[in-house]
């Protein structure tokens, strides 16, 4: 059996390279810890998900905190985020007749996120998981042709929106997937922290630990 590329897009959780934005708040060393705690439960899931191959597309060299089997870490390459998700996703749409990228920073994702995902390409051309701060978290094709993710507002409240407009203009039908957060800011960690009290114990296990570890660094930084 075929197995679906799922890319996850990760840098190397260096203190001052990820998160920035929430380092702000809370530190570089904290936003870095978090980002590696965020990406092993990413991993995890993809890496358990059946029908599947987990792959890191990593923005460039560096140490992760994951196991990658051999041949399965894909560099970004260099461009804009439009340029290197067609990139990645074009890699693996040589391998299967579908690619799925995800971001590392959604750790609430399950398998049913996956699953859902999965089954929308076998009759859409293309599904979207939409974020809460109006981009996505997820992004499957069966076909990229070049240019199809260029030049479009990444990093702002209408990236989901037009992505799928952008699709819908290349004659893709796109099936919507549901929403889920990812965590770029201190607000965004707050409600992470408020969802992980009412979800199950065993999602996001490591990002639950990170929580436990700087509990008191969140109190002063709320």
Request: proline share 6%; net charge negative.
């Amino acid at each position: 059996m075929i197995r679906i590329p799922v890319c996850i897009f990760a840098k190397p959780p260096v203190p001052g390279k990820v998160k920035t934005r929430l380092a702000c708040s809370i530190g570089a060393a904290p936003a870095a810890s978090l980002a590696s705690a965020m990406l092993c439960d990413v991993w995890s899931i993809v890496r358990d998900c059946e029908g599947v191959m987990s792959v890191l597309a990593a923005a460039e060299e560096g140490s992760f905190p994951v196991t990658v089997p051999e041949g399965n870490l894909w560099m970004q390459g260099s461009g804009g985020l439009g340029c290197r998700l067609e990139r990645i996703l074009r890699l693996g749409l040589h391998l299967a007749p579908a690619a799925i990228a995800i971001g590392a920073d959604s750790p609430l994702l399950m398998a049913s996120h996956l699953n859902d995902a999965l089954h929308g390409l076998e009759t859409a051309d293309a599904v979207i998981g939409p974020s809460c701060d109006g981009g996505f978290y997820l992004l499957g094709l069966r076909s990229c042709p070049r240019g199809l993710l260029a030049d479009l507002p990444w990093s702002t409240a209408e990236a989901g929106e037009l992505t799928a407009a952008r699709l819908h203009g290349h004659g893709m039908s796109v099936r919507c997937l549901r929403t889920l957060l990812d965590v770029d800011t201190l607000a965004d960690l707050l409600l992470l922290q408020e969802m992980l009290r009412d979800t199950r114990s065993e999602i996001a296990p490591a990002t639950r630990i990170w929580f436990a570890e700087h509990e008191s660094e969140l109190r002063v930084s709320g």
